[in-house]
């Protein structure tokens, strides 16, 4: 089951890894889970999708302002 949800939803198992990680304090496997997600979706706005496009429920907008907001606010910034 968890291998279904991972392929059909790739960033937000990004993102969830990535704040499930910041949990338990591996702050560089939740840089990388993070900047995972960034690279996912632009990859899709270099595909021609759009910022109000929707991607997994949310805009894809929404999705690259949550991945930079964990990355700063966390001090994961490179």
């Known amino acids: 089951m968890i291998n279904k949800i991972h392929r059909e939803n790739p960033v937000t198992h990004c993102y969830t890894k990535g704040k499930q990680y910041l949990k338990e304090g591996d702050n560089d496997k939740a840089r990388d889970y993070f900047d995972m997600g960034i690279a996912m ?3 899709k706005r270099k595909d021609g999708w759009e910022v ?3 991607l997994e429920g949310t805009k894809v907008e929404t999705w690259l302002m949550r991945f930079w907001v964990k990355l700063e606010n966390n001090n994961l910034m490179l």
């Open 52 to 54: 109000d496009d929707i």
């Open 41 to 43: 979706v632009a990859s």
